[in-house]
């Protein structure tokens, strides 16, 4: 869960996670999986364990992938190279993760403009209040909708590059 | 992989309260008022309390973590049978003597009423009754991640021998069974999640692969993984290969 209680992940969310339970049910992918990944504190694991599970997608052959995150603040470097690395291998990936008006992107670069924004609150700001701001069913949703035509765009653009 | 099967039978409880020791049956489940085990040396006290359906006006510190109660029938984690309980789930709440909060960034302590949204996916639902699990460590306790495993680890022996009664409950007796596959559809779009949580230390940590679904024993913690990525499967996630302890 991390900082932040409105957006922590408690042992139940994971449980019944919305964003398993959403994957699962679409019969138009083939789900392969979830990467469970951590937060080091040391900048070199940071770039590490992210070009890990990059490496480990493009093992598996994944054609598209959405990465969420649990809490905010510090990890958010953590997610953002993650991202990239994710990117960088020709893999389609959109984000999820809090944003509001409290944790917006201090450094922006090509892949910020797929991350969505998990905020519930009227304030945009951490509310403390337990799950407020939580990734819900309707986040997986719109998630697993924008990768698809993320994946559809990404395929397009690969294709015109062979073509000439 | 397609044939993994999981099920996950549900049992209601419709009634908690406090008794002389754990019982389970008719849909009503009994809990001790005192833990059986000797508290650690860092713990003040534990206080333990049972909140009927919207009866949450009542102060709460720090929420650690709300756990579902869950044991494994037949199988490892991600196969076989499951039994879980709903209707009921625990808050693990803490804070020091002097009312230091053990989450200090951002806590949720207050009314509970006002410091938790219900039937979210994380939280227990508006029918449910709460086990209110509170531990107050003495003021001289570091609040480090030893500290803090001590703690998730002391309710989760609380919450083992209801588990163990769960365990050998009739599975005849569910009132629910979901059946759960890692279903392939080859041809389609391959897809992943990819779930980044905390392994920082201290109150950021999450176990891995614990005995019990949601539980701890044997479970291994990201941070002594070094934090490397970990590949689960759908029916792994579902039944609760990750126990968070942020």
């Given at each position: 869960?991390?900082?932040?209680?409105?957006?922590?992940?408690?042992?139940?969310?994971?449980?019944?996670?919305?964003?398993?339970?959403?994957?699962?049910?679409?019969?138009?992918?083939?789900?392969?999986?979830?990467?469970?990944?951590?937060?080091?504190?040391?900048?070199?694991?940071?770039?590490?364990?992210?070009?890990?599970?990059?490496?480990?997608?493009?093992?598996?052959?994944?054609?598209?992938?959405?990465?969420?995150?649990?809490?905010?603040?510090?990890?958010?470097?953590?997610?953002?190279?993650?991202?990239?690395?994710?990117?960088?291998?020709?893999?389609?990936?959109?984000?999820?993760?809090?944003?509001?008006?409290?944790?917006?992107?201090?450094?922006?670069?090509?892949?910020?403009?797929?991350?969505?924004?998990?905020?519930?609150?009227?304030?945009?700001?951490?509310?403390?209040?337990?799950?407020?701001?939580?990734?819900?069913?309707?986040?997986?949703?719109?998630?697993?909708?924008?990768?698809?035509?993320?994946?559809?765009?990404?395929?397009?653009?690969?294709?015109?590059?062979?073509?000439? | 992989?397609?044939?993994?099967?999981?099920?996950?039978k549900e049992f209601i409880i419709d009634h908690v309260q406090i008794g002389d020791s754990y019982q389970l049956k008719d849909h009503q489940l009994?809990?001790?008022?005192?833990?059986?085990?000797?508290?650690?040396?860092?713990?003040?006290?534990?206080?333990?309390?049972?909140?009927?359906?919207?009866?949450?006006?009542?102060?709460?510190?720090?929420?650690?973590?709300?756990?579902?109660?869950?044991?494994?029938?037949?199988?490892?984690?991600?196969?076989?049978?499951?039994?879980?309980?709903?209707?009921?789930?625990?808050?693990?709440?803490?804070?020091?003597?002097?009312?230091?909060?053990?989450?200090?960034?951002?806590?949720?302590?207050?009314?509970?009423?006002?410091?938790?949204?219900?039937?979210?996916?994380?939280?227990?639902?508006?029918?449910?009754?709460?086990?209110?699990?509170?531990?107050?460590?003495?003021?001289?306790?570091?609040?480090?991640?030893?500290?803090?495993?001590?703690?998730?680890?002391?309710?989760d022996a609380y919450i083992q021998p209801i588990r163990k009664i769960l365990k050998v409950t009739n599975g005849l007796e569910a009132d629910y069974?979901?059946?759960?596959?890692?279903?392939?559809?080859?041809?389609?779009?391959?897809?992943?999640?990819?779930?980044?949580?905390?392994?920082?230390?201290?109150?950021?940590?999450?176990?891995?692969?614990?005995?019990?679904?949601?539980?701890?024993?044997?479970?291994?913690?990201?941070?002594?993984?070094?934090?490397?990525?970990?590949?689960?499967?759908?029916?792994?996630?579902?039944?609760?290969?990750?126990?968070?302890?942020?």
């Amino acid at each position: 869960m991390g900082v932040g209680p409105s957006t922590k992940e408690t042992t139940k969310h994971h449980f019944k996670d919305p964003l398993v339970r959403v994957f699962a049910q679409d019969p138009d992918i083939d789900f392969q999986g979830i990467i469970v990944v951590g937060t080091p504190q040391d900048n070199v694991l940071k770039n590490l364990v992210g070009k890990r599970v990059a490496k480990w997608l493009k093992a598996m052959r994944t054609d598209g992938a959405v990465i969420s995150a649990d809490g905010w603040g510090n990890s958010d470097v953590d997610f953002m190279n993650t991202m990239e690395s994710i990117g960088s291998e020709g893999i389609s990936v959109i984000g999820l993760k809090f944003i509001g008006t409290q944790a917006t992107f201090v450094v922006t670069n090509e892949y910020t403009p797929y991350v969505l924004d998990i905020n519930k609150s009227p304030s945009g700001k951490e509310t403390t209040v337990l799950a407020e701001n939580s990734l819900d069913e309707r986040d997986a949703n719109k998630a697993l909708g924008f990768l698809k035509l993320k994946m559809r765009a990404d395929q397009k653009s690969a294709e015109l590059e062979e073509n000439n | 992989m397609p044939n993994e099967t999981l099920k996950i039978k549900e049992f209601i409880i419709d009634h908690v309260q406090i008794g002389d020791s754990y019982q389970l049956k008719d849909h009503q489940l009994v809990i001790p008022k005192k833990p059986q085990e000797v508290l650690p040396a860092d713990f003040q006290s534990v206080e333990i309390k049972v909140l009927p359906p919207n009866q949450l006006d009542v102060p709460t510190n720090a929420i650690m973590d709300v756990i579902p109660i869950s044991t494994k029938v037949l199988g490892n984690i991600g196969e076989g049978i499951t039994h879980t309980l709903t209707g009921t789930c625990v808050l693990l709440t803490g804070a020091d003597q002097q009312g230091r909060q053990i989450h200090d960034f951002g806590s949720s302590d207050g009314i509970l009423k006002d410091q938790i949204m219900l039937d979210r996916d994380g939280t227990p639902g508006t029918n449910d009754y709460i086990i209110m699990f509170n531990v107050i460590v003495k003021s001289t306790s570091k609040m480090d991640r030893k500290s803090m495993t001590e703690i998730f680890a002391f309710a989760d022996a609380y919450i083992q021998p209801i588990r163990k009664i769960l365990k050998v409950t009739n599975g005849l007796e569910a009132d629910y069974t979901h059946e759960y596959v890692n279903e392939v559809h080859p041809g389609k779009p391959k897809v992943a999640i990819v779930k980044q949580v905390s392994g920082q230390g201290a109150m950021y940590d999450n176990l891995l692969f614990a005995k019990e679904p949601s539980g701890m024993e044997d479970g291994i913690s990201i941070i002594d993984l070094n934090n490397f990525p970990v590949l689960l499967t759908p029916n792994e996630y579902r039944d609760g290969a990750i126990r968070a302890m942020v």
